[in-house]
């Protein structure tokens, strides 16, 4: 079964870093953009960031800019996603998500996207 696996989600107080991480399972990230998205309680989920492959373009949502980093790691077959800065509205279920697109730009619609992780959570205390 394909599938991406997210980690690295944790409660954190208000001003720290996390690094989340976003790792395939059954098949490789070769030619996969890969994007990550979150859900506040309430809320709609929002992309926030997307890497294409092999990783020349990346995108970033107004909320998350200049605070938050995505990286590929392409012999690891890894996206990361470095998030500093954090604050309580940062808090939600983390997801990472693919999509077959080499060599294009990538978006942060969800409409873009194949596959989908199950999300990791992220609890930003004031």
């Known amino acids: 079964q394909l599938q991406l696996v997210e980690s690295g989600g944790d409660l954190v107080q208000s001003g720290g870093s996390l690094r989340l991480s976003c790792v395939p399972s059954g098949f490789t990230l070769d030619y996969y953009a890969v994007g990550w998205f979150r859900q506040a309680p309430g809320k709609e989920r929002e992309g926030i960031s997307c890497?294409?492959?092999?990783?020349?373009?990346?995108k970033y949502a107004d909320s998350v800019k200049g605070r938050f980093t995505i990286s590929r790691d392409n012999v690891a077959h890894t996206v990361s996603l470095q998030m500093n800065s954090l604050n309580p509205e940062d808090t939600a279920v983390y997801y990472c998500?693919?999509?077959?697109?080499?060599?294009?730009?990538?978006?942060?619609?969800?409409?873009?996207?194949?596959?989908w992780g199950q999300g990791t959570q992220v609890t930003v205390s004031s």
């Open positions: 998500a693919a999509t077959r697109n080499p060599y294009s730009p990538c978006g942060i619609g969800e409409g873009h996207y194949d596959f």
């Open positions: 890497i294409s492959y092999p990783g020349r373009n990346t």
